[in-house]
């Protein structure tokens, strides 16, 4: 065990000193933060536009959220309750000038100034689609429900020397809203969709069944009941190690908990149920360089083509 | 015995929508209402009222399903 965990260590170490010496990652004084060089931003707009060509025969309605949502709506959520370690909390000075000579003052110490901090309203989006069903609370969704195409930057607490294990990184998700039957039709197709969309740029993934990182040795009852139920499937592939493989790609069913929540029903008056697919758009990218290589313009053709880069 | 305990840190952990009292031993919990937050403070209740430890391997859905599932678990862990 020990020994893999320093192999792992050592091909994430590997792996982020070449794409950082390439250029393609720009790195900070923390782990799990960087810059995007162009070329690195460029596959994701790339690999943006093969989903959009994808998934447009859905007709989905897009809607963009920003990375920050109401501390409300974060409650409502069950997140707290589940993954605690993971969250963003957005702290701010709000207090009067000789507040704010204290604070300076403990900075200038070295002491723990963030004791000056107060809460703010809002927190770190955790998942790019729990913005939504705020949006859709206390309505009656129509006969077909609802499909829609996001897009966010999404917080996780987990610093880490894998690239792959970013702090903060983009999700683009197709979230159903509909009857129970609309929403696994929906985390079906997408399962495989998927697969033959990584496929097809020459990602040889996998699906996996799997399970949220729930909180604690109560998240080990959580999981084993999401794996039991079969309610999320992992695309993975390696990109930083062969030994360990990483997850690009996820399709989840929520059950009725967030129609439950939010109180978003079906037309029988059932709460409605929930799918999504989701793509981790800065993995995918580093799945494609690990896979044909750090220099895009030397990849094969086909995969240039289908990408139309 | 431990049943009686059981359902004693049932009723006061299990956030049941059906009162511990009208449940059979073998009644589904889940179907009962218990989430998956109350199994966590249901589970560290009963380590701490028995002294016990759920080891990863006990800690299932099927361990929490039943009163009798967690009294048989509890029992196989004190001894």
Known sequence: MCNLHGELVEDYDNYREQLLEAGLLLGCDVQGVYGLSGTFEGIIEAFERYVTKNGKPLNPEVVRFPPILSRTTYLSTDHIETMPDLMGSIHTFKGNQKAQLAMIDKKQQGEDWTSSLEPADVMMVPAACYPLYPTAANTVLPEEGRLVDLRAFVFRHEPSPDPARMQIFRQREFVRLGTPEQARAHRDFWLEKGQEMLKGVGLPVKAELANDPFFGRGGKVMAATQKEQELKFELVVPVASEKKLTAISSSNCHLDHFGSEFNITTQDGNFAHTACIGFGLERIALALLKTHGLDPEKWPQEVKQVLEL | ?79
């Open chain 2, 1 to 79: 015995m431990n049943i009686e305990k059981v359902r004693e840190i049932l009723s006061t952990h299990g956030r049941l929508t059906t009162p511990v009292d009208q449940l059979q031993d073998d009644s589904d919990l889940y179907q009962a209402g218990l989430t998956s937050l109350a199994t966590v403070g249901l589970m560290l209740a009963l380590e701490d009222e028995f002294d016990i430890e759920f080891p990863d391997s006990a800690l299932s859905r099927k361990t929490f399903g039943s009163i009798e599932s967690i009294a048989e678990t509890v029992e196989d862990l004190s001894e």
